[in-house]
T-cell receptor, first 112, second 113 residues
Framework: GENVEQHPSTLSVQEGDSAVIKCTYSDSASNYFPWYKQELGKRPQLIIDIRSNVGEKKDQRIAVTLNKTAKHFSLHITETQPEDSAVYFCAASIQGAQKLVFGQGTRLTINP | GAGVSQSPSNKVTEKGKDVELRCDPISGHTALYWYRQSLGQGLEFLIYFQGNSAPDKSGLPSDRFSAERTGGSVSTLTIQRTQQEDSAVYLC???????????FGPGTRLTVL
């Protein structure tokens, strides 16, 4: 079955700098890749997603890139702010299979 | 409209007791999912419903775990003879059947003493 690896497990950056989180997946049939943000004690919230027919997607300070050949995708956050501090999860899904397979999460800390 | 709701928000039980966790999905979402999140870990898929049927139960860790859904809406996850390793946050999510985007509930924190 699908396996998703996420790195790093923790990331600390200065406010205003960029943060990058990377994930790799194993099943070449996966075609949907969401990123969720989970603040302490709260539910995961979708922040951006990408499908396998595109290579990059951007939403203000957040972008995701996908390399289907290498089977990896990355989350980029620019101009980081303290409210970006949270745990971020990547996931992969196969169209029709529905279930999401999650990475282990990255705890991002933005230092003021 | 309201988001996904779950009850109870917290449940403390003794080892060996049965527990029932409830999920109320977003209205119109026929797809419903249960995940488990152990402390500091990622989300582990348990079961997926489309309407009242469960085409994918592959993530249920043992036969002590079961789930049902009635009326294409509310779902109940039941854990029988709870063990300490069952302690985790149990998250429910729902989506439209044609859409991969899943919306999560707030979770039920289960503690087995």
């Amino acid at each position: 079955g699908e396996n998703v690896e996420q790195h790093p497990s923790t990331l600390s950056v200065q406010e205003g700098d960029s943060a990058v989180i990377k994930c790799t997946y194993s099943d070449s049939a996966s075609n949907y890749f969401p990123w969720y943000k989970q603040e302490l004690g709260k539910r995961p919230q979708l922040i951006i997603d990408i499908r396998s027919n595109v290579g990059e997607k951007k939403d203000q300070r957040i972008a995701v890139t996908l390399n289907k050949t290498a089977k990896h995708f990355s989350l980029h956050i620019t101009e980081t702010q303290p409210e970006d501090s949270a745990v971020y999860f990547c996931a992969a899904s196969i169209q029709g299979a529905q279930k999401l397979v999650f990475g282990q999460g990255t705890r991002l800390t933005i230092n003021p | 409209g309201a988001g996904v709701s779950q009850s109870p928000s917290n449940k403390v039980t003794e080892k060996g007791k049965d527990v029932e966790l409830r999920c109320d999905p977003i209205s119109g979402h026929t797809a419903l999912y249960w995940y488990r999140q152990s402390l500091g870990q990622g989300l582990e898929f348990l079961i997926y419903f489309q309407g009242n049927s469960a085409p994918d139960k592959s993530g249920l860790p043992s036969d002590r775990f079961s789930a049902e859904r009635t009326g294409g809406s509310v779902s109940t996850l039941t854990i029988q003879r709870t063990q300490q390793e069952d302690s985790a946050v149990y998250l429910c999510a729902s989506s439209f059947p044609w859409d991969n985007e899943q919306f999560f509930g707030p979770g039920t924190r289960l503690t087995v003493l």
